[in-house]
């Protein structure tokens, strides 16, 4: 049997595949959503297709179609961009204390992948960052439900982008959506306050140009975070 086969065949990869489905439906009305956006920004089919399979990440998506559409700097474009997806360096660099045994090719193929429910579901079946044989096939089962849920439903956005209504308010939806995930990932005080941090100043800073509220959000959750690493594990909230 080939290597391949024998993955999609295990019961790890199944029980990944399960872990995912119940926010699979939340992925994909973001991923509809996203793709909706982008097409009625004003960017063309191909390059909303483009960037949707290319660029894998929803949130950088949505941030940089509009500032592509309004001519924004191309440096603006990428620091957003940038600052949105600094977060998949931390996954990475947690994923390799389980990975880093495997080839560079599968390494890179698995990182395309990488999301951030995949990945906390991933730490919460192997709390311990040791190589198992289970954990490749744990980890496709959940990046195939995840990436084929968002890629499937995006490019319907897309497709249907400028026939949707404005009256059926899909950005409302996607907000709501992205709000049950991220409210998911929160557990304790070390995820709940940087979250409560940047939402308050993406507030505070709504009125500066090109979406740069979101840039302030990300600094000022990454300064509380990198401050609550330092302190007590019992202060966190966490299990010492």
Not at 9 to 14: D, K, T
Not at 52 to 78: C, E, N, R
Not at 115 to 122: E, K
Not at 125 to 134: M, N, T
Request: proline residues 6%.
């Amino acid at each position: 049997m080939h290597p391949n086969s024998a993955i999609w065949h295990s019961p790890h990869y199944r029980q990944g595949a399960k872990d995912m489905v119940g926010f699979g439906l939340g992925v994909g009305a973001w991923g509809l959503v996203t793709g909706v956006a982008m097409v009625k920004s004003g960017m063309g089919v191909a390059a909303a297709t483009a960037m949707s399979l290319l660029v894998f990440a929803g949130s950088a998506q949505l941030a940089a179609a509009p500032l592509i559409a309004s001519g924004a700097p191309i440096w603006v474009v990428w620091a957003t961009a940038l600052c949105l997806n600094l977060r998949f360096v931390i996954f990475s660099a947690q994923w390799r204390l389980y990975l880093k045994h495997l080839p560079l090719r599968q390494r890179a193929a698995m990182s395309y992948f990488c999301a951030d429910l995949n990945y906390v579901h991933f730490l919460r079946r192997f709390p311990e960052p040791v190589p198992a044989p289970e954990q490749v096939p744990y980890y496709w089962g959940g990046v195939s439900v995840n990436a084929g849920a968002w890629h499937v439903m995006s490019l319907i956005g897309i497709v249907l982008g400028h026939r949707v209504p404005a009256e059926w308010g899909l950005g409302f939806a996607g907000t709501v959506s992205l709000l049950a995930l991220s409210y998911s990932l929160l557990a304790d005080r070390s995820t709940w306050l940087p979250a409560v941090v940047a939402g308050g100043a993406a507030v505070a800073a709504y009125a500066l140009p090109m979406k740069l509220n979101m840039l302030v959000a990300i600094a000022s959750a990454v300064t509380i975070g990198a401050v609550i690493d330092h302190l007590p594990r019992v202060w966190r909230g966490q299990a010492s």
